[in-house]
T-cell receptor, first 115, second 118 residues
Framework: GENVEQHPSTLSVQEGDSAVIKCTYS??????FPWYKQELGKGPQLIIDIRSNVGEKKDQRIAVTLNKTAKHFSLHITETQPEDSAVYFC??????????????FGTGTQLKVEL | DTAVSQTPKYLVTQMGNDKSIKCEQNLGHDTMYWYKQDSKKFLKIMFSYNNKELIINETVPNRFSPKSPDKAHLNLHINSLELGDSAVYFC?????????????????FGPGTRLTVT
C-alpha cells in the first residue's frame, strides 16, 4: 500500500519568514496530493492541492510543488503569520473504482510562527 | 452553513459500552469517510461509502460498524468499547465525478468527535 513520509515533524520560524514542508510517497498510482491545516481542537482543513499533471500551484502565500519522477511534493508558505501556526498534513490519493478516493496521510508537521 | 457536521463532539464512556457517532454533510457529496486520529495525531482511514455502498474497510475490528442510511449521512457504531478505541474520529465527504481517468476528489472534514474510553 501507499506510504507517505513527511518532514520535519516540527518547524519553528520567525514571523515573515518562509516555511517549507516536504513529503515523499511510494505508490506511483497516486495522482492527487492535498495539504491540510489542522488547528487545535478542529478538523483538518483543505488549504491547497495539486494533481499529478501539474508541477506547481500557488494560492496567495501558499504554494505546492510536485515532482512525480522523484515521488515528492512540498508545501511552501511565504511571509508567515502567527495564524499560520498549526499542524500541517500532506496526503497522497488513489482513486477508488467504487467511487471516491483513498487518502494516505503523512505524520504531520507542527508549525510554530514566532513573533 | 454548508459543511460536514458530527455529533457528539465529546464522548466519554466506560469499557464494554456501545456508542454511536453521527455524521451529516449538506455539500451534495456522494462519498463519505470515517478517519481515526490517534494520540500522536496520525490520521488513518477506516471506512468509505459511496452512495450508501461500502467501498473501503481498512482492517477495522468487527466491533466497528458503519451505517449509511442515505448518501448525506454516515454513522459509526462501536460495540464493546476498549481503551485503545480512545481517539478523535473524523467524518469526511467528497464528490465523485463521473468517467474514468479524471483527477481525484477534494475531501472535506468534520470537526471531529473525541472519544475517551475509561
Amino acid at each position: 500500500g501507499e506510504n507517505v513520509e513527511q518532514h520535519p515533524s516540527t518547524l519553528s520560524v520567525q514571523e515573515g519568514d518562509s516555511a517549507v514542508i516536504k513529503c515523499t510517497y511510494s505508490d506511483s498510482a497516486s495522482n492527487y496530493f492535498p495539504w491540510y491545516k489542522q488547528e487545535l481542537g478542529k478538523g483538518p482543513q483543505l488549504i491547497i492541492d495539486i494533481r499529478s499533471n501539474v508541477g506547481e500551484k500557488k494560492d496567495q502565500r501558499i504554494a505546492v510543488t510536485l515532482n512525480k519522477t522523484a515521488k515528492h511534493f512540498s508545501l511552501h508558505i511565504t511571509e508567515t503569520q502567527p495564524e499560520d501556526s498549526a499542524v500541517y498534513f500532506c496526503a497522497a490519493s488513489i482513486r477508488l473504482t467504487g467511487g471516491g478516493n483513498k487518502l494516505t496521510f503523512g505524520t504531520g508537521t507542527q508549525l510554530k510562527v514566532e513573533l | 452553513d454548508t459543511a460536514v457536521s458530527q455529533t457528539p463532539k465529546y464522548l466519554v464512556t466506560q469499557m464494554g459500552n456501545d456508542k454511536s457517532i453521527k455524521c451529516e454533510q449538506n455539500l451534495g457529496h456522494d462519498t463519505m469517510y470515517w478517519y481515526k486520529q490517534d494520540s500522536k495525531k496520525f490520521l488513518k482511514i477506516m471506512f468509505s461509502y459511496n452512495n450508501k455502498e461500502l467501498i473501503i474497510n481498512e482492517t477495522v475490528p468487527n466491533r466497528f460498524s458503519p451505517k449509511s442510511p442515505d448518501k448525506a449521512h454516515l454513522n459509526l457504531h462501536i460495540n464493546s468499547l476498549e481503551l485503545g478505541d480512545s481517539a478523535v474520529y473524523f467524518c469526511a465527504s467528497s464528490l465523485t465525478r463521473p468517467g474514468p481517468g479524471l483527477a481525484d476528489y477534494e475531501q472535506y472534514f468534520g470537526p471531529g468527535t473525541r472519544l475517551t474510553v475509561t
